[in-house]
């Protein structure tokens, strides 16, 4: 989990990048299987995506598909299917909760495919069980955060603490951002983690077979064999599978990190997009492929080839992120 200030480079919220990154989204909407015998399945177990970086734009859909499916009657149980390094902790949070109020009702299993850490963890926690492959990855149970430092306040505000910044009070802002997330971890999984909450904390991630040895998940098994345990625990003998996809429609979120912050690039493809740079986050930081360099330039350099480097433009100006990608 870490925190970071909006670089100088970034200067407004919504900005046009250039994404040096190979990047391949795909996605399908899979048609209902059938796991049963008759034609004609009674319930359904509900295969819930939840994939890429945790955004608002993430949980507003996960909130709204298990809704839905906390009010649909044939819907007998849930998978998660997570792939997820984590991302804003408001959103893990909500998620949270939906999958919280989601399992009081019906079995939920999660099912991590290549990693569910930091806030896809948070996300993931009142699961009834944690399905892990061998090579998955989960855990980041922790903050990862800058110092923070005092800035003077702005000229003009109604009080000294409406603009500007105060180490002491950042500090414990952060202590508490990271004591929500572990003190909700060992609330979930308190009797499953085989260490002490101040090891939990130490925000440390595990391939799937040590996470079953120690706690942060309780199953070998594929997504498969996730669908087919909720189905298991609900005793349902006649079931379809429904695989309901979440996220934006359009462009993919992706997260990239400069050495100074990390940033949600929204795009349709590779090439250009909106940069946003994210404030404090849940992330394993590790997951989130590294950029070099970090380039200022006009918008209007996009139609002339040009970059802050040959104008020295200073307004309206967009990002270049170039530079190897790598972990």
Aim: proline share 6%.
């Amino acid at each position: 989990m870490s925190t970071n200030q909006p670089s100088t480079v970034l200067t407004s919220r919504q900005q046009l990048a250039v994404v040096v990154v190979a990047a391949a989204v795909v996605g399908a909407v899979l048609a209902p299987s059938v796991y049963a015998a008759t034609n004609d399945p009674d319930d359904t177990v509900a295969v819930v995506e939840i994939e890429g970086p945790v955004t608002s734009a993430l949980a507003d859909d996960v909130e709204s598909e298990l809704a839905d499916i906390r009010a649909n009657d044939s819907v007998g149980a849930v998978v998660l299917k997570l792939d997820t390094p984590g991302g804003a902790p408001v959103a893990s949070e909500r998620m949270y909760k939906a999958v919280q109020r989601t399992s009081e009702q019906m079995t939920v299993i999660a099912s991590v495919q290549s990693i569910s850490a930091s806030g896809g963890y948070y996300a993931m926690a009142p699961a009834d069980e944690i399905y892990v492959l061998p090579t998955s990855t989960v855990g980041s149970i922790g903050l990862n955060a800058p110092a923070p430092q005092t800035t003077a306040p702005v000229q003009g505000p109604s009080g000294p603490d409406k603009a500007g910044g105060n180490e002491i009070q950042a500090w414990a802002e952060q202590q508490t951002l990271a004591d929500t997330f572990v003190d909700a971890m060992m609330a979930e999984r308190g009797d499953e983690f085989q260490m002490p909450r101040e090891e939990v904390a130490q925000a440390d991630v595990y391939l799937g077979t040590e996470a079953v040895q120690n706690g942060y998940a309780d199953e070998i098994g594929s997504l498969n064999e996730a669908i087919h345990a909720a189905a298991t625990e609900e005793n349902l003998g006649e079931y379809e599978v429904d695989t309901r996809e979440t996220g934006p429609d359009i462009g993919f979120p992706i997260l990239l990190r400069t050495d100074t912050q990390v940033v949600a690039v929204h795009a349709n493809d590779p090439g250009y997009g909106e940069v946003e740079p994210m404030g404090l986050t849940y992330v394993h930081l590790e997951a989130v492929p590294h950029v070099d360099t970090v380039e200022r330039f006009s918008e209007s350099d996009l139609d002339r080839g040009g970059s802050a480097a040959d104008t020295g433009a200073t307004g309206n100006e967009t990002a270049r992120l170039t530079g190897g990608v790598g972990a």
